[in-house]
């Protein structure tokens, strides 16, 4: 018969997950919440719900975001950069062979860095890459995020979720899950065959339309985005006329307006004389910011009518461009109320909304989600706030990836953290402990500061990860994980262990997208091991299956951070994910549940689908020469049936005309 503390764990996970999933409360304070009034309740103790603040897969998670930060800070990805912009001169490569070249090296870092970052640094890259390339950004920013959650299933420090759930199966399973047992690559054995079958399916259907070819909301090539910039006039160019101040015939921005004591002047003419304290409005591209620091003699208003002279913004300040988030604090908050500078340490000088500039005073803007910002901050805007998803659903810095500081620090910073996975790997020595020594090693050289350290850390996801002990105690100990098996097994009977493997791959998938990856692990974690324990099955398996479910969202923007990040970059709407990621979801669940009950055979699935990926490659980068062969002929034989140029002669009074006075002429004639 059911206890009462049974009942009433399941009863307030319910609520807790109801909580999370309407976003009434943080995640990670819901689940504290949930944990502590456990302890109120003497479902359980202190001891068992504060374990996990100690635990060794916790503490693993926290090093290993700053060492995300200093790989970040160096510029050792830029190699990465350069592969993914490359084309040779005069010829374009196909879709899917960019495809590829996006999903391998991403896939790769994403396997032992942290993958936010690695999302949040390559977004301009792949909107400089389709610029450059001519391909909508729509067709490359899903993909981005793919690789990045695909590439985190290969090894177990690839994403939080690994590591929390090998560090609670540690705690209940010692005899079976260990370090000896399930090392840093053992989740590979699943992770690379559905890597591989991630990047055929995205390199392959990528290209056509279930992937839409979308322009994107901030995609500044195809359709360049104007913001509306206020500016006041100084003194110094006081008395002048538009034309002598120079603040015509700007490129990529121009003059809209100006606001001369509450009395406005559309279009104004070149010869417009300028009064001190002129308000001027300016529209045009965020590119075009460097033009607006050489003008002498005007300012930037901000979000709080304090001026900026953008001619002062130099190395210490950067211009960033941000989007609000849903459920951010931001929302229905009028500019000026903000107090935007105090908090975020950055000053707003622009709003952008629906694909269009907004004409009217920036203070009096009532933010709304979505609203893309164009802020003024310092560097360290970026890492200070990447871990703040409520707030700010994409931040983008207004710059490529940094170059190395020095060849020296990004070469010795790389070998550390290489150093680290290969001593962790073959003298089977703690993954924390090596990477406790490599950060170390990387705060010696300063390929990281303190700061830049302690900023990286995402107290949401430590909190998160540290409550999910506390959560799984209270589902074991009261009885809960042990009454949700029965139901599970229950279900699956018909069809055997395969059944109860699906069941568990998919409430997984189900609970990822309706919370975070973290949270959902949390929940069905004490599930399968009950499960497991009253049917006398292996284990591991099922874990294998967890982690991978855990990480494998790919049919929502909402449910995995990354592909939040790429939703307003890549233009996209929710049914893009639905429509592009349902099918890859399916693809994962097949190769996943399949490998995992044949795992003796994980070589096979792996080198049959290596295979594949090579004749894909092998297919795109074959089609693209064709292409430029095609094209270059192509273009021989036009310019052979070209007509002689024209012969010079003197020109006449008429030839001096404009055309249409030619054409008039004629006419009457």
């Known amino acids: 018969m059911a206890s009462w503390e049974s009942i009433f764990v399941i009863c307030w996970l319910m ?6 999933a309407f976003e009434i409360f943080p995640v990670d304070f819901t689940m504290l919440g949930t944990v502590f009034t456990f302890v109120v309740l003497g479902i359980i103790d202190v001891k068992s719900a504060t374990e996990g603040f100690a635990n060794e897969g916790m503490l693993t998670v926290m090093v290993l975001f700053a060492t995300s930060a200093a790989v970040a800070s160096t510029g050792c990805l830029e190699p990465v950069r350069w592969l993914l912009t490359y084309s040779p001169k005069g010829q374009k490569p196909s879709t899917s062979l960019v495809l590829y070249k996006l999903f ?24 400089e890459t389709a610029a450059k390339l001519k391909i909508s950004p729509s067709k490359l920013m899903l ?31 010692p005899d079976e899950i260990n370090n000896e047992t399930f090392g840093l690559f053992a989740l590979g054995v699943v992770g690379m065959p559905a890597f591989l079958a991630g990047a055929l ?9 279930l992937l839409p070819n979308r322009i994107a909301v901030n995609d500044t090539i195809l359709n360049p985005r104007e913001f509306l910039f206020l500016a006041k006039v100084g003194s110094s160019i006081a008395g002048k006329t538009i034309a002598a101040a120079k603040l015509r015939k700007l490129r990529d921005i121009f003059l809209v307006q100006i606001d001369r004591d509450g009395h406005v002047i559309p279009a104004p003419a070149p010869d417009t004389i300028l009064g001190e304290g002129d308000i001027l409005y300016f529209g045009g591209r965020v590119d075009a910011m ?30 960033f461009e941000v989007i609000i988030a849903n459920k951010s604090p931001l929302v229905g908050e009028k500019v000026a109320d903000l107090k935007f500078r105090t908090k975020y340490n950055a000053a707003i000088i622009a709003v952008h909304r629906d694909g269009e500039r907004l004409h009217q005073a920036l203070g009096q803007t009532i933010l709304e989600a979505g609203d893309v ?24 810095q207004m710059k490529k990836i940094p170059p190395p500081r020095s ?53 949401e996801v430590l909190i998160v990860v540290a409550a999910s002990f506390g959560l799984g105690n209270a589902m074991s100990k009261s009885g809960a994980a042990n009454m949700i098996a029965d139901g599970l097994i229950a279900a699956s009977k018909p069809t055997g262990d395969i059944g109860l493997m699906i069941c568990v791959y998919v409430l997984t998938v189900i609970l990822n997208a309706i919370l975070t990856n973290n949270a959902a692990v949390a929940v069905v974690f004490p599930i399968i091991d009950a499960a497991c324990t009253k049917q006398g099955l292996e284990f591991y398996p099922y874990l294998l299956i967890l982690m991978m479910a855990g990480s494998a969202d790919f049919a929502t923007p909402i449910g995995y951070q990354c592909n939040l990040m790429v939703y307003a970059p890549g233009g996209y709407k929710f049914m893009d994910y639905f429509r592009f990621g349902l099918p890859l979801q399916v693809i994962t669940g097949i190769v996943t549940i399949g490998v995992s009950a044949s795992r003796r055979y ?68």
């Open 104 to 127: 391998i090296p991403i896939g790769a870092l994403s396997a032992f860095l942290n993958n936010t970052p690695i999302v949040a640094m390559f977004i301009p890259v792949l909107q």
């Open 407 to 459: 060849y020296i620090t990004a070469g010795l910073t790389a070998s550390f953290l290489i150093s680290a996975i290969v001593v962790s790997t073959v003298a089977n020595i703690s993954l924390l402990v090596c990477a406790i020594v490599a950060t170390a090693a990387m705060l010696l050289i300063k390929a990281v500061t303190p700061e830049e350290a302690r900023n990286s850390l995402s107290w």
């Open 143 to 173: 993909p981005l995020s793919y690789a990045a959650i695909f590439g985190g299933t290969c090894t177990l420090i690839g994403t939080s979720t690994n590591l929390v759930a090998f560090s609670l199966a540690k705690k209940m399973r």
């Open 15 to 20: 609520v807790s997950l109801a909580i999370m």
């Open 290 to 319: 460097d033009i607006l620091r050489n003008i002498k003699g005007i300012t930037i208003i901000p979000d709080e009518e304090q001026e900026i002279d953008l001619r002062r913004i130099k190395h210490e300040n950067t211009i």
């Open 602 to 669: 994980w070589w096979l699935w792996t080198l049959i689908l290596a295979i594949a990926v090579a004749i894909g490659i092998a297919s795109s980068l074959g089609m693209s020469l064709l292409t430029s062969v095609l094209r270059r002929r192509s273009r021989a034989d036009s310019e052979e049936t070209l007509p002689p140029p024209a012969v010079h002669r003197k020109s006449s009074d008429e030839d001096k005309k404009p055309a249409w006075e030619i054409e008039e002429i004629t006419t009457h004639k």
């Open 373 to 396: 910002l164009l802020l003024i901050a310092p560097d360290t805007f970026l890492t200070s706030n990447l871990p703040d998803h409520k707030t700010f659903s994409m931040i983008r």
């Open 201 to 209: 399916y995205v390199a392959h259907v990528g290209p056509t339309r």
